[in-house]
C-alpha cells in the first residue's frame, strides 16, 4: 500500500487548510472527499418495514408473564458454582469419572467422514407413537421411533446416515402415513401422495 | 439529528426511563437514517444492517438505564450498532472480499442522474468493501458519520493514536483502490 | 476371463435372489414376479436397480395395491432411461448410477431436461449431485429455471463446491422469506458470492443419541 503524503491527512484532519496544498495532493483530498459523500448518501429503507416500526412495535408488546419467564429461564442453560470441601471434591471427582465411563444411552455417536445426521422433529400431540420410515430404511415402519421427552406433543430423532438424499414420511400411531410438514422439499410418491425429502451432509464440513 | 428548540437527548431519555415508552420513538427517528447508513456501508447489506440496527435500538431501549451520559446517547448507539456489525462480520466473514461486479437491481424511477450516482456508489463501495473492517470502521465514523476521534474513542474502545493510524490507513487503501478502478 | 465369467454367473442369480428376500413378505405377491422382471431389465440395461426395490418396499409398506405398486416400479424405470439419455445428450460419459439417480430425482422435482443438462455440461463432477438438489429448490420455490443455474453455475466458477451450493440455494430462500422478489433475491446472493453463510451445524444436545437404521439404506447418494 502506498502512504500518502502527510499534508493530505493534515488537510483531511483539517489541522491545515487545503488552499496551499500543490494541485496533486489536493486532487487526493478531493477524492476522498468525494468517496465519503457518496457513502453519506442516505439508504433507502428495507421493503420489509421501517426500523422505527418494527423497534416500536417490539417495544409495544406486552411483556412475558412472570410464567412464561419462569418457564424460559428453567428451559435455558445456566452455570452453577459450587463450592465444596477439598476432601469431598476428591469424591466428587471419582463418582463424576465412574458415571462417565459407564455406557450412556444419549453420547453423540462417531459419525464417518461421508456420513451426517438427519434430524427429524415433528409435532403429533396426542400421537401415542411416532416413527420415521424411507429409503435409508427400507421404508420399515416400526425401526426408527421419534421421541417426545418432555411429553409436549413434538417428536424428535436424530439418525446417522450416509451423505445423500432420502424419501420419508412419518408414521403415526403404526398406521397413519403423514408427510413432514416442516420439510421444505418434497416429491410425488407416484401413489398420489407426496414424500419429504432431507439431504444430508457429510458431519465432515 | 438534533434541532435547536428539539428535546435534548438526555431529556428524552429521561421521559422514557420514566415511563414514557412512545418517547423512544423520537431517538429512532433521530438517528436512524446515521445508524443505517453505517451498518449498511459496514455490512454490504442494506437488510442484514436494517435487522442489526432494529435489534440494536430494541437493545438501546432495554438497556437505557445503563446509558451513564445520555448527553453522549449518539455515541452510545453508534458504539451498540459497531459491535453488532463486528459480530455479524465475524460470523459471516465478510470483511475482506470484494463485491461482486453486478449490476444494482433496476429501479422504475430510475434517470440517467440516479444512474450514474449509482454507479458512483458501486464504485466507492467496491473499493470500501476492500478494506479490512477495523480500518472500514474508523473511515466510516470518521468521514462519513462525523465523529470526533474522542467519540470514536467512546464508541470502538480503542485509543486515539491507534484510531488515527486505522484512519490513515483507510484513506491510502481507499485512495489507491479509487484509483486502480478509475 | 474365466474367473470374470464366472463370478458373473454367480452374482447374477444372487443379486437377484437378494432382491427376492428383501421384496418377499413386504410387497403382495401378485406384484413380485413384475418388480422382479423390471428389476433383471434394468440390470441389463445398466441402470440402477435400487430405486426400483425402494419404490417397490414403498409401496409395499403403504398398503398400496400391487397394480399400483407395478406402475409405480414402471415409471421409475422410465425416469431413469430419461435420465441417462439426458447424461449421454450432454456428452457426459462414463456416469454413475448416483448420477443417474440424482438427474432422474431432478426431473422429477421439475426442473426442465435442458437446465438439467446444463448444469450436467457445466459442473465440475464433484459437485453435480448438490447443484441439482438446489436447481430443484430454488425451481419448486417459483424461481425461473434458467435464472437459477445461472446462478449456481456462478457459485462454482467462484470456487464453491459440493454441498455450499445448498448454500447458495438457501440464501436465495431466505431472500425470499425476507420479502425481496425473486430477481432481487438472486441478485442479492449473486453479490455475496462466494461468502454465502454456510448452514449452521445442529447444537450437539439435538444430536445426542444419534442411532442409525438397522436396514439396508437406499440413498440417492451424492455424486
Given amino acids: 500500500m502506498k502512504p500518502i503524503d502527510p499534508r493530505v491527512h493534515q488537510a483531511l484532519d483539517r489541522e491545515i487548510a487545503r488552499e496551499g496544498l500543490p494541485p496533486?495532493?489536493?486532487?487526493?483530498?478531493?477524492?476522498?472527499?468525494?468517496?465519503?459523500?457518496?457513502?453519506?448518501?442516505?439508504?433507502?429503507?428495507?421493503?420489509?418495514?421501517?426500523?422505527?416500526?418494527?423497534?416500536?412495535?417490539?417495544?409495544?408488546?406486552?411483556?412475558?408473564?412472570?410464567?412464561?419467564r419462569l418457564a424460559r429461564w428453567l428451559a435455558a442453560p445456566h452455570s452453577v458454582t459450587l463450592r465444596i470441601r477439598p476432601a469431598w471434591s476428591l469424591a466428587l471427582a471419582a463418582a463424576v469419572a465412574l458415571v462417565t465411563l459407564l455406557p450412556a444411552g444419549d453420547e453423540t455417536p462417531s459419525v464417518g467422514e461421508q456420513e451426517g445426521i438427519a434430524q427429524f422433529v415433528a409435532r403429533f400431540p396426542g400421537a401415542n407413537s411416532v416413527h420415521v420410515a424411507g429409503s435409508f430404511n427400507d421404508w420399515r415402519s416400526g425401526t426408527i421411533p421419534l421421541r417426545d421427552a418432555d411429553h409436549d406433543g413434538v417428536w424428535r430423532a436424530a439418525v446417522v446416515l450416509p451423505a445423500g438424499a432420502y424419501e420419508y414420511m412419518f408414521v403415526v400411531d403404526g398406521e397413519r402415513w403423514v408427510p413432514d410438514h416442516l420439510a421444505d422439499r418434497t416429491v410425488e410418491d407416484d401413489f398420489g401422495r407426496e414424500n419429504s425429502v432431507v439431504i444430508v451432509r457429510p458431519a465432515a464440513r | 439529528?438534533?434541532?435547536?428548540?428539539?428535546?435534548?437527548?438526555?431529556?428524552?431519555?429521561?421521559?422514557?426511563?420514566?415511563?414514557?415508552?412512545?418517547?423512544?420513538?423520537?431517538?429512532?427517528?433521530?438517528?436512524?437514517?446515521?445508524?443505517?447508513?453505517?451498518?449498511?456501508?459496514?455490512?454490504?447489506?442494506?437488510?442484514?444492517?436494517?435487522?442489526?440496527?432494529?435489534?440494536?435500538?430494541?437493545?438501546a431501549y432495554r438497556h437505557l438505564a445503563s446509558c451513564r451520559e445520555p448527553a453522549r446517547l449518539r455515541t452510545w448507539l453508534y458504539r451498540i450498532v459497531a459491535n453488532r456489525c463486528k459480530s455479524y462480520l465475524a460470523r459471516r466473514r465478510m470483511a475482506d472480499v470484494p463485491l461482486d461486479?453486478?449490476?444494482?437491481?433496476?429501479?422504475?424511477?430510475?434517470?440517467?442522474?440516479?444512474?450514474?450516482?449509482?454507479?458512483?456508489?458501486?464504485?466507492v463501495e467496491r473499493a470500501l468493501a476492500r478494506l479490512a473492517s477495523e480500518k472500514r470502521e474508523a473511515f466510516l465514523l470518521k468521514h462519513v458519520e462525523g465523529l470526533s476521534y474522542q467519540e470514536m474513542a467512546a464508541v470502538t474502545g480503542e485509543r486515539i493514536p491507534t484510531?488515527?493510524?486505522?484512519?490513515?490507513?483507510?484513506?491510502?487503501?481507499?485512495?489507491?483502490?479509487?484509483?486502480?478502478q478509475a | 476371463m474365466r474367473l470374470w465369467f464366472g463370478l458373473a454367473l454367480l452374482t447374477g442369480p444372487l443379486a437377484a435372489q437378494s432382491v427376492r428376500v428383501r421384496l418377499e413378505g413386504r410387497v403382495p405377491a401378485a406384484a413380485m414376479a413384475i418388480v422382479d422382471s423390471l428389476v433383471q431389465q434394468a440390470t441389463q440395461e445398466d441402470l440402477p436397480t435400487e430405486p426400483l426395490v425402494q419404490k417397490a418396499l414403498e409401496g409395499g409398506?403403504?398398503?398400496?395395491?400391487?397394480?399400483?405398486?407395478?406402475?409405480?416400479?414402471?415409471?421409475?424405470?422410465?425416469?431413469?432411461?430419461?435420465?441417462?439419455?439426458?447424461?449421454?445428450?450432454?456428452?457426459?460419459?462414463?456416469?454413475?448410477?448416483?448420477?443417474?439417480?440424482?438427474?432422474?430425482?431432478?426431473?422429477?422435482?421439475?426442473?426442465?431436461?435442458?437446465?438439467?443438462?446444463?448444469?450436467?455440461?457445466?459442473?465440475?463432477?464433484e459437485s453435480r449431485g448438490s447443484a441439482l438438489h438446489a436447481e430443484a429448490d430454488l425451481v419448486a420455490h417459483g424461481f425461473?429455471?434458467?435464472?437459477?443455474?445461472?446462478?449456481?453455475?456462478?457459485?462454482?466458477?467462484?470456487?464453491?463446491?459440493?454441498?455450499?451450493?445448498?448454500?447458495?440455494?438457501?440464501?436465495?430462500?431466505?431472500?425470499?422469506?425476507?420479502?425481496?422478489?425473486?430477481?432481487?433475491?438472486?441478485?442479492?446472493?449473486?453479490?455475496?458470492?462466494?461468502?454465502?453463510?454456510?448452514?449452521?451445524?445442529?447444537?450437539?444436545?439435538?444430536?445426542?443419541?444419534?442411532?442409525?437404521?438397522?436396514?439396508?439404506?437406499?440413498?440417492?447418494?451424492?455424486?
Avoid: C
Avoid at chain 2, 431519555?13 to 412512545?22: I, K, N, P, Y
Avoid at chain 2, 484510531?163 to 486502480?180: G, I, N, S, T, W
Fill in chain 3, 61 to 125: 409398506a403403504k398398503h398400496v395395491s400391487a397394480g399400483r405398486i407395478v406402475a409405480a416400479v414402471q415409471l421409475r424405470l422410465v425416469q431413469m432411461r430419461d435420465a441417462r439419455t439426458l447424461l449421454v445428450r450432454a456428452g457426459h460419459g462414463p456416469f454413475t448410477a448416483a448420477e443417474v439417480m440424482a438427474v432422474s430425482g431432478t426431473l422429477k422435482r421439475g426442473v426442465p431436461g435442458p437446465v438439467v443438462e446444463r448444469l450436467v455440461v457445466a459442473l465440475p463432477n
Fill in chain 3, 144 to 223: 425461473d429455471p434458467d435464472s437459477s443455474a445461472g446462478l449456481l453455475v456462478e457459485a462454482t466458477r467462484r470456487s464453491l463446491r459440493g454441498g455450499r451450493l445448498l448454500d447458495v440455494s438457501a440464501a436465495v430462500l431466505h431472500a425470499l422469506q425476507r420479502g425481496h422478489t425473486r430477481p432481487e433475491a438472486l441478485a442479492l446472493v449473486r453479490l455475496q458470492l462466494p461468502n454465502v453463510p454456510p448452514a449452521p451445524k445442529p447444537p450437539k444436545a439435538s444430536v445426542a443419541g444419534a442411532r442409525r437404521p438397522g436396514a439396508s439404506s437406499g440413498a440417492t447418494p451424492q455424486p
Fill in chain 2, 101 to 123: 461486479d453486478a449490476p444494482p437491481v433496476a429501479d422504475p424511477t430510475d434517470n440517467e442522474a440516479a444512474l450514474e450516482r449509482a454507479e458512483q456508489l458501486a464504485l
Fill in chain 1, 24 to 68: 496533486e495532493l489536493a486532487l487526493q483530498v478531493a477524492r476522498l472527499e468525494a468517496a465519503a459523500a457518496v457513502l453519506g448518501t442516505a439508504v433507502s429503507q428495507w421493503a420489509g418495514g421501517s426500523v422505527e416500526a418494527r423497534v416500536m412495535a417490539a417495544i409495544r408488546r406486552p411483556a412475558p408473564s412472570r410464567m412464561w
Fill in chain 2, 1 to 59: 439529528m438534533e434541532v435547536r428548540g428539539d428535546p435534548s437527548d438526555a431529556d428524552v431519555v429521561a421521559r422514557v426511563l420514566s415511563g414514557d415508552h412512545e418517547a423512544f420513538g423520537l431517538l429512532i427517528r433521530r438517528y436512524e437514517a446515521g445508524l443505517l447508513r453505517f451498518a449498511t456501508r459496514m455490512l454490504g447489506d442494506r437488510d442484514v444492517a436494517a435487522d442489526a440496527v432494529a435489534e440494536s435500538f430494541i437493545r
Fill in chain 2, 163 to 180: 484510531l488515527k493510524m486505522r484512519v490513515h490507513r483507510a484513506r491510502e487503501a481507499l485512495l489507491q483502490a479509487l484509483e486502480e
